[in-house]
């Protein structure tokens, strides 16, 4: 605040609206924005691909997993792979929104992706799979979220989101190891 009250930050309302009328076909985009969007878009497209590959391994996973307790760990497998869906939408909209066009083709997707699809195996090869799947995601998400820091608040607000999610995930993997090896792997 100033001293005569007024917030010398803000932008006044007309200005804002002369801006608002110009360059309208930029959609979302407001000369505001403080990010390079090709990088942004660039960046988002290995988020939309990771997910993707997140959606095909949990999947596989669900409809493959045999033993004792594989329904209840088929059931896991598809709440994630749904979960999965939904950030790779959420980063594909996003692409949209900065103007670009989110890559869902199959060519060459795992190379677009940070994760591998995996190969199967039994359930604790499958649980093991995931959980290294999600602990590189945290990783390479939290390195996202500094790169976006206050640059583009949205895309970093999201993949805050996506990291929260991919958190519990992994906590879920480390779970049902525990569960099915019997000793934990986490120290207190």
């Excluded at 110009?22 to 939309?48: F, S």
């Excluded at 939408?89 to 066009?101: K, N, P, S, T, Y």
């Excluded at 999600?134 to 998400?141: G, P, S």
Aim: with cysteine.
């Amino acid at each position: 605040m100033s001293e005569t009250g007024e917030n010398t930050f803000l932008t006044d309302v007309q200005t804002l609206r002369e801006r608002a009328k110009k360059a309208i076909e930029k959609g979302a985009l407001t000369p505001a924005y403080q990010g390079n969007v090709q990088t942004a878009i660039d960046l988002l497209q290995t988020v939309v691909a990771t997910e993707l590959v997140c959606v095909l391994r949990y999947t596989m996973h669900s409809i493959s997993v045999t033993g004792i307790t594989s329904e209840s760990v088929a059931s896991e497998f598809a709440t994630h792979a749904k979960e999965e869906r939904a950030h790779m939408m959420w980063a594909a909209d996003r692409i949209d929104q900065l103007g670009g066009v989110p890559n869902l083709s199959p060519e060459g997707l795992a190379t677009r992706s940070a994760t591998e699809y995996g190969d199967g195996g039994n359930l604790v090869e499958m649980v093991r799979q995931n959980l290294v799947a999600e602990r590189l995601v945290i990783e390479h998400y939290r390195e996202l979220i500094r790169y976006f820091a206050d640059h583009d608040p949205t895309t970093r607000i999201m993949l805050e989101k996506i990291l929260a999610e991919e958190e519990e995930h992994a906590t879920d993997m480390h779970d049902l190891l525990v569960a099915h090896e019997g000793r934990p792997f986490l120290q207190s």
